[in-house]
């Protein structure tokens, strides 16, 4: 597996923003995909988005117009810059990190907080 390190969670206003960072550490590593998932209290983990090594991008319906996943290839590092961020956008927000051979790990998560 490969070491995964968020961080940028916070506490928000709604209308507000705030931008996660992931970074895969390992300068030999090849990755795959990188993505945002989130995880509500007493619901499952689910999509934010995912960037391949591509280029081409996936969104959650529900972020779509409002969050931004980019990436710095040089860095293996991942962003999602989340604006007009609404209270249902509460969660704990993991980083993914698919590496050659298919190999997934996973972030310790970072809690965003938004207020109404």
């Known amino acids: 597996q490969v070491p995964v390190v968020e961080s940028g969670g916070g506490l928000a206003q709604a209308g507000g923003s705030l931008r996660l960072s992931c970074a895969a550490s390992?300068?030999?590593?090849?990755?795959?995909?990188m993505g945002w998932y989130r995880q509500a209290p007493g619901k499952q983990r689910d999509l934010v988005a995912i960037i391949n090594s591509g280029g081409s991008t996936n969104y959650a319906d529900s972020v779509k117009g409002r969050f931004t996943i980019s990436t710095d290839n040089a860095k293996n590092t991942v962003y999602l810059q989340m604006n007009s961020l609404k209270p249902e956008d509460t969660a704990v927000y993991y980083c993914?990190?698919?590496?050659?051979?298919?190999?997934?790990?996973w972030g310790q998560g970072t809690q965003v907080t938004v207020s109404s």
């Open positions: 993914k990190v698919v590496s050659s051979g298919g190999f997934t790990s």
């Open positions: 390992g300068s030999s590593v090849s990755i795959n995909a």
